[in-house]
């Protein structure tokens, strides 16, 4: 679904290759209480900083959790929404919100629902 895909650039209409490189935690990366999921856009970085809390807000409200695989698509989805929209591809890292994640949490979980199942990551070499 989002851990690899195309989306074209609102801007220049270009055809923009976005494919998930790496998860880490921003702790001790940043020193930010964040999960930075890394995707590589035509060849450079963007990360994805998702807020630890909304791991524990996802567990509050529904007893689950998110698991790396759903992270990763939440951050993929919330990547391709923001190329759609017109993004500043000047930068290299953007911040979600805890409600930005659970939203992009729950249209991931619905459009797997239809597709069978959350795709699991690659391993990459």
């Not at 690899?4 to 923009?16: K, P």
């Not at 921003?26 to 994805?48: L, Q």
């Not at 695989?69 to 993929?76: E, K, P, W």
Request: net charge negative; hydrophobic share 45%.
């Amino acid at each position: 679904m989002y851990e690899d895909f195309h989306v074209t650039d609102r801007w220049t209409g270009e055809d923009l290759y976005c494919r998930w490189k790496g998860t880490m935690v921003a702790i001790a990366t940043r020193h930010a209480d964040a999960v930075d999921i890394r995707f590589e856009v035509n060849g450079r970085p963007m990360w994805i900083a998702m807020p630890s809390t909304a791991w524990v807000e996802q567990k509050l409200r529904s007893g689950k959790v998110i698991t790396d695989q759903l992270a990763v698509q939440i951050a993929g989805r919330y990547l391709r929404q923001l190329v759609e929209e017109g993004y500043d591809a000047g930068r290299e890292i953007y911040t979600m919100t805890v409600p930005e994640v659970l939203e992009q949490l729950d249209i991931v979980v619905k459009e797997a629902k239809q597709a069978g199942a959350i795709p699991t990551l690659p391993v990459i070499a």
